[in-house]
């Protein structure tokens, strides 16, 4: 199954370790070293949880929980850890920044006041009520297709994308499949597994999984996400949802490398 109702508390709670590009792991090593499975298992988890972050920003209208979780020890410690490091991408960085700035100015703020004032501007960034009240609809069809046709044609591929992967909507979701932050919580449940398949040592299902994540990333997302995120920055009243452009733009725009150093990674474990 592919989208649930992840909380933002709830895909953050556990740890996570930092993300960044293999190649930056690989200076530090000595060259004749090899990552281990049980860090590539580690990689894996921390970019599934960005996905599952995002995609539960992008899915789930705000509600107190979602409001009330912005100020926890959990999302605070989560996206310090996305800071970390010197080879974050500037949106990245922009992105937290305005973030936490946003989560900072709202200390105190009563939850339901913060709860409907983060509600409005999601439904105007993302819902594409009318022409001029916000961007058109994140969706791929929408953004990647030239014709009618072709949309209908682009919603058809990722459904069968997902299905060919073990993953699909649930029947209570009502919407297309090719909405940002489905397509987010896709490569969530892609990573998920790869996670597993290094923790198991199953170089070839690592393989298969780092070739669908790269073809996924460069045949869909990085075809319209970025450019909806300059809009969705652009249009955004809210630091908060000015933040999340910036850092989705920054993350999906840095994960085509992640996954091509991922793939020859597997190409190394299955010669060893």
């Known amino acids: 199954m592919l989208i649930c109702s ?4 709830s895909v953050v709670k556990y740890e996570t370790g930092r993300v960044r ?32 972050f995002l995609g539960a920003v992008f899915n789930r209208l705000p509600d107190d929980q979602f409001a009330a979780s912005l100020s926890s020890p959990e999302v605070a ?22 973030m936490k700035a946003f989560i900072g100015a709202s200390k105190g703020k009563p939850v339901e006041e913060l709860k409907t004032e983060l509600a409005v501007e999601r439904t105007r960034l993302l819902r594409g009520i009318k022409p001029g009240y916000g961007p058109p609809p994140p969706y791929e069809s929408v953004y990647a297709a030239t014709a009618l046709e072709a949309q209908g044609q682009t919603t058809f591929n990722v459904k069968n994308i997902y299905a060919a992967a073990g993953a699909a909507l649930p029947d209570d979701i009502h919407d297309q ?96």
């Open 77 to 98: 410690t989560f996206l310090s850890s996305l800071g970390e490091g010197e080879d974050q991408s500037e949106d990245m960085q922009e992105g937290l920044r305005l």
């Open 177 to 272: 499949p090719d909405f940002i932050g489905f397509e987010l919580d896709f490569m969530r449940h892609l990573t998920e597994k790869e996670a597993q398949a290094w923790a198991g040592g199953n170089a070839e299902e690592v393989m298969k999984l780092t070739e669908k994540e790269r073809a996924f990333l460069e045949e869909h997302i990085l075809c319209w996400v970025p450019r909806f995120c300059d809009l969705m920055f652009e249009q955004a009243q809210l630091d908060f949802y000015r933040g999340i452009a910036r850092l989705t733009k920054g993350f999906v725009q840095g994960e085509l490398q992640t996954a091509a150093e991922l793939i020859n990674e597997a190409r190394a474990m299955q010669e060893v």
């Open 21 to 52: 590009p293999i190649s930056a792991e690989r200076v530090e090593e000595n060259a004749s070293s090899m990552i281990t499975p049980e860090e590539m298992a580690n990689l894996a988890q921390a970019r599934s949880r960005v996905y599952g």
């Open 6 to 9: 992840h909380g933002v508390r």
